[in-house]
């Protein structure tokens, strides 16, 4: 079984930083994609980044040049270091990422429990 555990989160004021963690354990052949979604009161689970095991990185607009998503596949681990927040940045946070269980190279989705960031204006 896959596990996901994300930490970081937390109050921080508009303008602020924060980075969170993910780190993927237990049986696994691989990781492709890892990824940051996040889900406002009210509003859909959206993307927010997204980075492959390559290291190409797409984000929503709505964070370009204020979020960067990385990773370290040694530690299987992704990062979202959140810079200039904004009270609108507020939401449960979750990481994803795509596992291939096996050597057969059927992927599956795997998610974190999620992390609240709330943002004060």
């Known amino acids: 079984q896959v596990q996901l555990v994300e930490s970081g989160g937390g109050l921080v004021q508009a303008g602020g930083s924060l980075r969170l963690s993910c780190a993927a354990s237990?049986?696994?052949?691989?990781?492709?994609?890892m990824g940051w979604y996040r889900q406002a009161p009210g509003k859909q689970r959206e993307l927010v980044a997204r980075?492959?095991?390559?290291?190409?990185?797409n984000y929503a607009d709505s964070v370009k040049a204020r979020f960067t998503i990385s990773r370290d596949n040694a530690k299987n681990t992704v990062y979202l270091q959140m810079s200039s927040l904004k009270p609108e940045d507020t939401a449960v946070y979750y990481c994803?990422?795509?596992?291939?269980?096996?050597?057969?190279?059927?992927?599956?989705?795997?998610w974190g429990q999620g992390t609240q960031v709330t943002v004060s204006s």
């Open positions: 237990g049986r696994m052949f691989g990781i492709n994609a």
């Open positions: 994803n990422a795509a596992v291939m269980v096996t050597g057969g190279g059927t992927i599956y989705d795997y």
């Open positions: 980075i492959t095991n390559g290291g190409i990185t």
